[in-house]
Nanobody, 124 residues
Framework: QVQLVESGGGLVQSGGSLRLSCAAS????????MGWFRRAPGKEREFVAA????????YYADSVKGRFTISRDKTKKTVYLQMNSLKPDDTAVYYC?????????????????WGQGTQVTVSS
């Protein structure tokens, strides 16, 4: 069992930046592909970004491409989502997820473990 904990959310003005972190309780994430998803009020959960277990390949939703960057640290214990040029449409609860089969897909159903989420609010 992998327990994921997100942090770094908050309130920021439009155009600002935040960095979200996702750590696994008591273990490394080195064997997992990781993804970030978000759910805005009244909307379905959507894919944001994913990174392979090696950290070499990344994927992004078109809506965040060029503004968000997913990365993982050398020890592979933490995964990050750097969010720049934030817009009010980015307001959502952000979730990190781990895929034990290392696929780094955009499909939420293919991730095994999920965090509780962290709120990101972007004011106009």
């Amino acid at each position: 069992q992998v327990q994921l904990v997100e942090s770094g959310g908050g309130l920021v003005q439009s155009g600002g930046s935040l960095r979200l972190s996702c750590a696994a309780s008591g273990r490394t994430l080195s064997n997992y592909a990781m993804g970030w998803f978000r759910r805005a009020p009244g909307k379905e959960r959507e894919f944001v970004a994913a990174i392979t277990w090696t950290g070499v390949i990344t994927y992004y939703a078109d809506s965040v491409k060029g503004r968000f960057t997913i990365s993982r640290d050398k020890t592979k214990k933490t995964v990050y989502l750097q969010m720049n040029s934030l817009k009010p449409d980015d307001t959502a609860v952000y979730y990190c997820a781990a895929d034990s089969r290392r696929r780094a897909t955009i499909k939420a159903s293919e991730y095994d473990y999920w965090g509780q989420g962290t709120q990101v609010t972007v004011s106009s």
